[in-house]
Each structure stands twice: as C-alpha cells, then as structure tokens.
C-alpha cells in the first residue's frame, strides 16, 4: 500500500504527509480487528464486568473503538506514564503520572495496549497491578513489534504483528503529530533523524 491519498478519504496537509512512509495497516483492517477482538473479550468476560486499564495517551483510539466494539457491560480507567524516546530507548525507569481512580482488588482487569515493543513498558504495569491483587489479569494490546522484546510479557489478545520500525497513526506519535492518521504508516528516518 502507498501513502498516497485514498479516494474519498479527507486529505492530510502535504507537510505532514511528506514524513509518513509506507502505510502498513489500512483503516479497514484495523476495524475489522478491533471488531474481532471486541467480540472475543465479550464472550470471555460475560458476567464479569471487566475494567479495562489503558495507558495514556496513544491508547485512546484504540480504547474508543474497542469500547464500542464489546458487547458487554465494561468500565474503562487510565494511567499515564512519563514518555518514550523514539530512537528506541526508554528514559530510565517508567515513572507513574497518573494512577487508576479506584482500587482494583478481586477485580477483572483487561489492560489494554497501542502497542507493546521492547516489552519493558507493559512489564513494569503488569506488575504493578499485580502486586494490587486482582481477581484476573489479561493484556490486550493492538500492535506488537516482538523483533525487539526484551521482557516476556503475556498477549492474551493481540491486533497485529509489526515489524521493527517507528510508526505512527491510530493513537501512535511522533512528538504529539501524526495520531490522528486514520492508518499506520512508518515514519520516515530523516524526520526520526536517523538518516
Ligand atoms: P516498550 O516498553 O514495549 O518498548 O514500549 C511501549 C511504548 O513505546 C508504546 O506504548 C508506545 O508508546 C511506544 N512505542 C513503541 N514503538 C513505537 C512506535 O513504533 N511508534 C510510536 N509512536 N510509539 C512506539
């Protein structure tokens, strides 16, 4: 698929469009997925009604479509961490910036990912809201890179495999641009810096 745009589909300003590379998820296939993984967890937590915790802020998009998708009664809540480097590291340790609003004990939490890369990330919250004694915990995260997985983290559902690039669109930035794309593309290195 091309970056071009698609007909009928609104027109992104040219500035912008001139980092995105190649489009490697459409539109179409991420709904269809989202829809898919929606009726997954409504049959698997009927009668449960399950919290699903998500990580501020790439997460949103993906949580809005999912809320949407599942059939059952859920609750949502979010937290948010301090910020990833693109150029593949993480600064130091996660640090919280915003915790859940409620306890969580005896309770069903799905946690819900934009994407899971090295790993490290969803690792240090699994064991966090472990270690605040939940009745289950599963993890549900959109896009996956696993060429780079340092920590082994367990996927109960997964939206997509992606391989090792930055990229953006559907929730995912790029310096707070590019989330908004109705697709996810790569970036293209000279706007990383790489080049
Ligand atoms: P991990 O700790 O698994 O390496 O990193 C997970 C977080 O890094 C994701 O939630 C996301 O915020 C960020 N991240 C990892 N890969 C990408 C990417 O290709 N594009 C964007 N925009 N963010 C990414």
Redesign the pocket.
């Known amino acids: 698929m091309s970056s071009e745009p698609i007909a009928g589909q609104r027109q992104e300003p040219a500035e912008l469009m001139r980092g995105v590379g190649r489009v490697l998820l459409s539109e179409e296939a991420i709904r269809q997925r989202v829809a898919e993984i929606g009726q997954q967890i409504s049959h698997d937590y009927a009668g449960r009604n399950p919290l699903l915790v998500g990580?501020l802020k790439?997460v949103v998009f993906f949580m809005s479509d999912l809320l949407r998708a599942v059939t059952i009664p859920v609750r949502v809540d979010f937290i948010a961490i301090s910020r990833?480097d693109?150029r593949g590291r993480?600064k130091g340790p996660v640090r919280l910036i915003k915790d859940l609003d409620d306890n969580v004990e005896g309770q069903h939490l799905v946690f819900v990912?934009?994407?899971?890369?090295?790993?490290?990330?969803?690792s240090y919250l699994l064991r966090l809201l472990r270690a605040r004694a939940p009745a289950s915990l599963e993890v549900c995260a959109l896009f996956n890179?696993p060429e780079?997985r340092l920590a082994n983290v367990p996927i109960k559902y997964k939206g997509f495999d992606l391989p090792d690039?930055?990229?953006?669109g559907w929730g995912?930035?790029?310096r707070e641009a590019y989330r908004h794309l109705p697709f996810v593309a790569e970036l293209k290195p000279e706007v990383l810096g790489l080049s």
Do not use: A, I, N, S
């Open positions: 990580v790439g990833y693109p993480v990912e934009d994407m899971v890369d090295t790993g490290l990330t969803l890179k780079r690039r930055f990229v953006v995912l930035d790029y």
